[in-house]
């Protein structure tokens, strides 16, 4: 593995179609399980300075505990009011039951 993919938790402690918030390196991620797929984003909502990890989780969308904005967590894109900047989104992949998020 290159030094660019860091180790951030095991799959196994990913609840289901839900969302937990990790560090990688010195970014804090929000880190999304659903239906067997993982997601990454920024953790912080572009709109407020709320964490995502304490929204609520609807299909591939996130809604921001603080103004209801919601972004699609597979690519970070805002999609509605009163969001106008995307959240950032990281590649992922798991190996060996291990989730590896790329930041840079």
């Given at each position: 593995?290159?030094?660019?993919?860091?180790?951030?938790?095991?799959?196994a402690d990913l609840p289901a179609n839900d969302v937990i918030a990790v560090t990688a390196g010195a970014r804090e991620i929000a880190l999304y399980s659903i239906d067997g797929e993982v997601f990454a984003t920024d953790n912080i909502c572009t709109h407020g300075h709320a964490r995502l990890c304490d929204g609520f989780l609807e299909g591939n969308e996130i809604e921001c505990p603080l103004h209801q904005g919601r972004f699609d967590v597979r690519t970070g894109k805002a999609m509605c009011a009163p969001?106008?900047?995307?959240?950032?989104?990281?590649?992922?992949?798991?190996?060996?039951a291990r989730v590896f998020v790329q930041v840079d």
């Open positions: 593995m290159t030094e660019d993919w860091i180790d951030v938790a095991a799959q969001l106008t900047e995307d959240v950032r989104s990281f590649p992922v992949k798991v190996v060996d």
